[in-house]
């Protein structure tokens, strides 16, 4: 671990960057301290700039300090799950929503988070460590929860029509009521992303598998009762579905919408089972 092998000595600012003690390095460009070990110049570099207190003048070593610190009270304050704390992470879930949809994923901040709620970045640390934890955290939750819907209506013991109908009609409604979350990951791609998330991008391609699933296991149904027409390969179909409700991300905004996300997955539901239903 890079905490077990940094050392920490007390270096005037201006010492030169290139000078050296026994193997140690000082780095003229941090505040007070500097680091002793060169394999821990990059480290102690990255956390004056992830941290906020980084302009305060303290010493690498108090800062990494103060960031355990926080990470503790962090965990404290989830495990007590008070209902301020929840209040308050849901505030800032909406804040970084909006943050990510108007610069982007890659765009955006814990910064502009804070900025967005009017609070010092400090404060945000105390609720979430950053920005990828958040926005994987808020996404997960509601993918989870698409995933599950869409495994018990095609559990269920309705008609094949029935189930497609509710199938797409619970999938939009759910792109209107998260939006634009399920957009912004459409937009940008987020399914492959860097090595420190592949657990969490491998869970999300396991729930999109299994919304997939469901779709096609309802159009199979229906072909194998003659209750849909066998227009080609279910997999082709159900991704045509998928793709009809997720180019909505190209139009639909549902604070200047004349209708709901409710009302396009209807409309959607019945021009896709026209098309599966009746011969032309």
Not at 18 to 23: A, E, F, N, P, Y
Not at 74 to 92: C, F, L, N, Q
Not at 108 to 118: D, I
Not at 175 to 203: C, F, M
């Amino acid at each position: 671990m890079v905490y077990a092998r940094c050392q920490f000595a007390p270096v005037l600012p201006s010492a030169a960057a290139t000078s050296t003690d026994g193997g140690h390095k000082a780095i003229s460009t941090l505040p007070v301290n500097a680091i002793v070990d060169n394999s821990c110049v990059r480290f102690a570099s990255r956390l004056l700039i992830l941290y906020p207190w980084r302009d305060e003048g303290l010493p690498v070593g108090a800062a990494i300090a103060m960031t355990s610190g926080i990470k503790r009270r962090r965990s404290a304050a989830k495990e007590d799950a008070s209902a301020s704390y929840h209040t308050r992470r849901k505030e800032i879930a909406e804040a970084a929503v909006r943050v990510f949809n108007q610069l982007g994923f890659a765009g955006a901040s814990l910064s502009a988070v804070a900025a967005e709620l009017n609070i010092d970045r400090a404060t945000l640390y105390y609720y979430i460590g950053s920005k990828e934890e958040l926005f994987d955290e808020i996404l997960r939750e509601v993918i989870e929860n698409n995933a599950a819907i869409a495994s018990r209506i095609e559990a269920s013991k309705m008609t094949p029509r029935r189930k497609m109908r509710d199938m797409i009609i619970a999938l939009m409604s759910s792109y209107g009521a998260s939006y634009p979350l399920i957009y912004i990951y459409i937009r940008e791609n987020l399914s492959h992303v860097s090595d420190t998330r592949s657990q969490w991008s491998k869970h999300m391609r396991k729930l999109n598998h299994q919304i997939e699933d469901a779709i096609i296991a309802i159009i199979e149904e229906g072909y194998r009762d003659k209750s849909f027409r066998n227009v080609g390969s279910s997999k082709v179909v159900a991704y045509g579905i998928l793709g009809i409700i997720g180019w909505t991300h190209r139009w639909f905004r549902p604070d200047t919408s004349d209708v709901s996300a409710e009302e396009i997955g209807k409309t959607y539901a019945e021009l896709i089972l026209s098309g599966l239903e009746t011969g032309y």
